[in-house]
């Protein structure tokens, strides 16, 4: 298995949540994700303000192999998105858990964080 931090939450999606306090978290896509794409060449974002709804898609990361759907692990309002992807997009590739998170949300309903999965049992479900 890939680069895989613990303390993070995950979704079968692919996608990473860092809870950062007060109702915000950040979200990201996985070393597996990144890998799986290949070289990454554009990542669309939605706007800031606008309400996701858990499992829907809210954007769309391009590689030079496919184009994959990104899914909103949980449901809330977009406070911040990464702009650096906009010309920096291959983030993405080296940088998956750090520089290259996507966006940030204030939660509207917090208690979907206790339905993520935890860094083992993401593991075992790429392992599949």
Known sequence: MSDLPQG?????SHEWIRNEGDGIVTIG???FAQEQLGDVVF???PDVGTQLTSEDEFGVIESVKAAS?????VSG????INE???DDPELVNSD?????WLLQVRLTHPEELEHLLDAEAYSQLCDE
């Open 69 to 73: 759907d990104l899914f909103a692990p």
């Open 8 to 12: 993070l939450s995950y979704v079968s």
């Open 43 to 45: 990542v669309e974002l």
């Open 29 to 31: 896509v996985t070393d």
């Open 96 to 100: 998956p858990y750090g520089d290259a």
């Open 77 to 80: 309002e977009v406070i911040a």
């Open 84 to 86: 650096q992807l906009d």
